[in-house]
């Protein structure tokens, strides 16, 4: 699964584009270009951008099995596709109003792979 990232700068000031949350600075690695080109232009940045394609897999085995105590993975954060944030947004929304009828809320169901 790729994911997309971008960094600004070039040579040794080189760095992945961050965003800043109550103080904070994060990395975002977004599952669609479209999605990360809306934050560069959003970002209205003075500095080369390039787009980093990363491997969600790889990324997944370097936090678990290289580097797990590495602090920087703790910067990271995956941004879904708007289609998927629009669904979590409706499952939540439904998931309220049940409960807010009496209804017993069950999560989705897995569905496995095959």
Do not use: H, K, W
């Amino acid at each position: 699964v790729p994911l997309f990232a971008a960094t600004v700068g070039t040579g040794e000031n080189q760095r992945y584009l961050s965003v800043q949350q109550n103080g904070e600075a994060y990395v975002p690695l977004f599952f669609d270009r479209d999605d990360l080109n809306n934050a560069i232009q959003q970002a209205n940045l003075s500095e080369p951008v390039d787009t980093q394609v990363l491997q969600l897999e790889s990324l997944l085995d370097r936090m678990t099995l290289e580097d797990a105590n590495d602090a920087a993975y703790e910067q990271l954060v995956l941004i879904p596709t708007r289609e998927s944030a629009q669904l979590m947004e409706n499952v939540i929304q439904e998931m309220q109003q049940r409960s807010g009828e009496g209804t017993p809320v069950e999560p989705p169901a897995a569905t496995p792979d095959n």
